[in-house]
């Protein structure tokens, strides 16, 4: 049976297959739709954890007790998992475990462009890289076996063209592993430095061994054709690049950690010269190089760019050949990202923006309220450095000579979790005196709204405790903490600016969910009297894409408004009215004094 699967729904079912006891991520583009896909399947425990490092740690745990487990995440959020992550490599496993990084050459969704390739080296970790689902499927389902057999986790490295492109894949059935029985082993698992020193000569051991089974590995294999030129690639661009030279010679590496030597050589002696086509880092022309140590001619990034994703026309061109196809001609106008209509951020950034805030900011949807007109958010590094950027500029401005500024953290609800707790003590410990807004939306939205621990559900959708953010802020030592609606503009720019001139630590708390969370409403659009509009362009600073200015007036898109009323609040002529079933449909859905959707909006 054959079926149209993505790349992450084919590691899934990939691992599904091969008998998964245990998953465990934090959502983040292009990795997120595995973990979602892996929830549907009940043999498999599944959760979405506080943090990449927490998932990571939680998912170690399971192969102690002898389960096979998966890990997922974005390319960034291994970052947050380093330090589990290299003490896993020498720990090795019990049950099988899956490590997957999903890269983002390009950086469609990301902060940078970053090749976790690297990670597999410094680790010494093998390495995986499927060029599309079917081997995305293939190789998760074999890398638990490789797994158990070399006592070693495995990195799966997926991009974001090879997670979210579709293509037919050969289903199987599920592999029932039995989980294996737990026995204590301190010289494995307990990383003192006498216990360290001897599994790294394991490791060292492992990679000999490894890079044996690199060369007898299926996915690693060549192509005869045109001898002139020899292609070597991996992942994704190996198929730009059988497209790109179909007559061409090629060395398509799966197993690209430890590389295959034996092949790279047989290889090298049957062409004339060799390319090596990788996006981003030269990682296996700089290995590939020192291997061959000059006998034979190699190029790599000389020739292919650096930067950003390839494709078959850039490759053709790299190669001094014409494009085998022309990209439509658009005149299409620019369409930066926007806040959703309705979005219960934009009052916000709004405010921020009226009161000349230094804002840090965070990662999440509200990252845009950097975008105009809103133009709120000065600066963005990782998960939960708003509140740490904002303590270190609070500390330079009042006491190392710096201008004197009030500086507000913003930070969205699932970050906090995710990042934001520990930032906080730090600024409360250390005597800051920062303002701290936090967005609570009641979901992790950015993603595509996946559960968190403030929702109080699980990723399947079971009940679970709902973790009380004011609550948790008040454990953190923070005394001056305000929970405000952010749909009352009034009040909330009175609190936010009430925070920033306390002499003390404040966290401002804005409750109220996405707006999209409310398929089931039905509301009317907000209207505008064009008689009343003076054309004073206020509702337009909201930044909110309903609203347009035409003719000299406002006007309002009723496909787009959610009937917020932001803008109505802000009509100095009471131009723009907000309907009455609207107006409930949207503000009374969400009961604010129990903090939580009314029944029938749920």
């Known amino acids: 049976m054959k079926e149209l699967l993505s790349g992450n729904e084919a590691i899934a079912r990939g691992a599904w297959e091969a008998g998964l006891h245990f998953a465990a991520a934090y959502p983040g583009t292009p990795s997120t739709e595995i973990m979602e896909n892996l929830s549907r399947y009940k043999e498999v425990f599944c959760e979405w954890s506080t943090n990449e490092k927490v998932a990571l740690e939680v998912a170690l745990g399971a192969t102690f007790a002898g389960a096979r487990a998966i890990v997922s995440q974005k390319h960034v959020g291994l970052n947050v998992a380093a330090d589990p992550f290299f003490s896993a490599s020498y720990i090795g496993v019990t049950g099988g475990f899956v490590i997957v990084t999903a890269d983002d050459p390009g950086m469609h969704s990301s ?35 490789i797994s158990e057999k070399f006592d070693t986790p495995i990195l799966m490295r997926m991009t974001t063209r090879t997670s979210h492109s579709k293509s037919l894949v050969e289903l199987g059935e599920r592999k029932e592993v039995p989980i294996v029985p737990y026995q204590k082993d301190t010289l494995k698992r307990l990383l003192l430095p006498g216990h360290a020193r001897k599994r790294h000569v394991f490791v060292e051991k492992r990679m000999e061994d490894l890079a044996e089974f690199s060369n007898t590995f299926p996915g690693n294999f060549i192509h005869w054709g045109d001898r002139e030129i020899g292609y070597i ?40 010269k060799i390319v090596v086509i990788e996006e981003n880092d030269p990682i296996m022309e700089t290995e590939i190089k020192a291997m061959l140590c000059g006998q034979a001619e190699v190029h790599g990034k000389d020739l ?16 001094g050949l014409s494009s085998k196809s022309v990209a439509p001609q658009t005149s299409l106008p620019p369409r930066p990202p926007a806040l959703c209509a309705g979005c219960p951020h934009t009052s916000v950034f709004y405010t921020l923006h009226q009161l000349k805030a230094i804002v840090t900011g965070d990662i999440g949807c509200y990252t845009l309220g950097a975008m105009a007109p809103l133009s709120s958010i000065d600066t963005t590094v990782d998960m939960g450095a708003s509140i740490s950027n904002a303590h270190g500029m609070d500390i330079t401005f009042r006491l190392l000579g710096g201008e004197r500024k009030k500086v507000v953290g913003v930070i969205g609800d699932s970050t906090f979790f995710h990042s934001g707790i520990t930032s906080l003590i730090d600024m409360v410990y250390n005597r800051g005196m920062s303002t701290v807004v936090i967005l609570d939306n009641r979901i ?61 630590p404040s966290v401002v708390i804005t409750k109220r969910p996405c707006v999209l969370l409310f398929k089931k409403s039905k509301w009317t659009s907000c209207k505008v009297d064009r008689d009343l509009c003076i054309g004073c362009k206020i509702c337009v600073q909201l930044g909110c894409p309903a609203i347009s200015f035409k003719e000299k007036k406002s006007s309002i898109d009723p496909m787009l408004c959610t009937a917020c009323g932001l803008c109505a609040d802000l009509c100095p002529k009471k131009a723009i009215s907000l309907s009455q079933e609207g107006g409930r449909a949207i503000r009374e859905a969400w009961d604010f004094e129990t903090k939580s959707m009314k029944k029938e909006e749920a």
Do not use: W
């Open 111 to 145: 902060q940078n462009e970053q090749d976790n390739r690297h990670y597999a080296r410094a680790a010494r970790m093998p390495l995986m890289e499927p060029s599309d689902s079917q081997e995305a499927k293939e190789f998760t389902r074999m890398a638990y076996d």
């Open 233 to 272: 690639a991996s992942g994704i661009s190996y198929q730009y690049a059988r497209e790109a030279f179909p007559e061409a010679s090629f060395l398509k590496i799966s197993f690209s950690y430890p590389l295959p030597e034996k092949l790279i050589r047989e290889f090298a002696a049957g062409v004339k």
């Open 444 to 504: 992790t939205a950015m993603t595509g709204h996946q559960q968190n621990p403030g929702t109080g559900l699980t990723i399947k959708g079971d009940p679970t405790v709902q973790v009380d953010i004011e609550a948790l802020v008040k454990a953190c030592g923070v005394k001056d903490v305000h929970v405000v609606d952010p749909y009352d503009l009034k009040n909330l720019k009175k609190v936010i600016s009430e925070a920033m001139d306390r002499e003390e």
């Open 304 to 319: 292919i760019p650096r930067q950003g994703e390839l494709n078959p026309n850039i490759l053709r061109e790299s190669m």
